[in-house]
């Protein structure tokens, strides 16, 4: 089984609000990730957990809080938000996220609308 | 750092035609390869992968060979199906980045019945 799953699958949100994006996976991966996609464009890395630790962060606004409870779980919450934010957020896991070849497996992402 | 340069889409083929999408790359190391497949609103999809020279990824009837000494992976699929219609990201991993995907710019595929 290589299922991530992701939820909601669509959010709305106004500028004011706070929301969360949740991410799962029961593959006993230990690492998992969060990106950014736009329309039309490959996927950005906003953060990655490795072991329930935050190893990468690629300078995100601190609008976007990251959560990883444990290794199977996977939050990003949201607050403040900016029309610019509006994307399709994935969220992916991999069995360790240290380097080598590492696949990783994509859940299905949350489509998030900020007005 | 690395980077990816991806075969400029759209590409419109009709059923049964012989694909190609191109991809070459630039990484430190001896990267992992991966091709990536994203259908219409949905996440993206492990399509292949490659971990060596001259290793051979293949799946769904997709074939990508790594080509250390061109530096490319292409892709390509002897007759195209319309379910095949999506985009196609390639995306090297070195070893030295952590677990990071470059991912090129992707390449939308259309295929008329």
């Known amino acids: 089984d290589t299922e991530v799953t992701q939820t909601p699958k669509h959010l709305v949100m106004g500028m004011t609000n706070k929301k969360s994006l949740k991410c799962e996976q029961h593959?006993?991966?230990?690492?998992m990730y969060w990106y950014k996609q736009k329309a039309k464009k490959p996927p950005e890395l906003m953060f990655v957990?490795?072991?329930?630790?935050?190893?990468i962060n690629e300078s995100v606004p601190s609008r976007f809080s990251p959560e990883c409870p444990n290794s199977s779980l996977l939050n990003l919450h949201l607050h403040a938000l900016q029309p610019e934010d509006s994307a399709l957020y994935l969220c992916?896991?991999?069995?360790?996220?240290?380097?080598?070849?590492?696949?990783?497996?994509f859940g299905p992402g949350t489509r998030l609308t900020v007005l | 750092g690395n980077s990816v340069t991806q075969m400029e889409g759209p590409v419109t083929l009709s059923e049964e035609a012989f694909l190609t999408i191109n991809c070459t790359y630039t990484?430190?190391?001896?990267?992992?390869l991966f091709w990536y497949v994203q259908y219409p609103g949905e996440g993206l999809q492990l399509l292949l992968k490659a971990t060596k020279a001259d290793d051979k990824g293949s799946n769904k009837g997709f074939e990508a060979t790594y080509r250390k000494e061109t530096t490319s992976f292409h892709l390509e699929k002897g007759s195209v199906q319309v379910s095949d219609s999506a985009v196609y990201f390639c995306a090297p991993q070195s070893e030295t980045s952590g677990s990071r995907l470059t991912f090129g710019e992707g390449t939308q595929l259309t295929v008329n019945p």
């Open positions: 990484a430190t190391g001896y990267p992992s």
């Open positions: 957990y490795s072991y329930e630790k935050l190893s």
């Open positions: 593959m006993g991966h230990r690492a």
């Open positions: 992916a896991s991999s069995q360790e996220g240290r380097g080598g070849t590492d696949t990783q497996y």
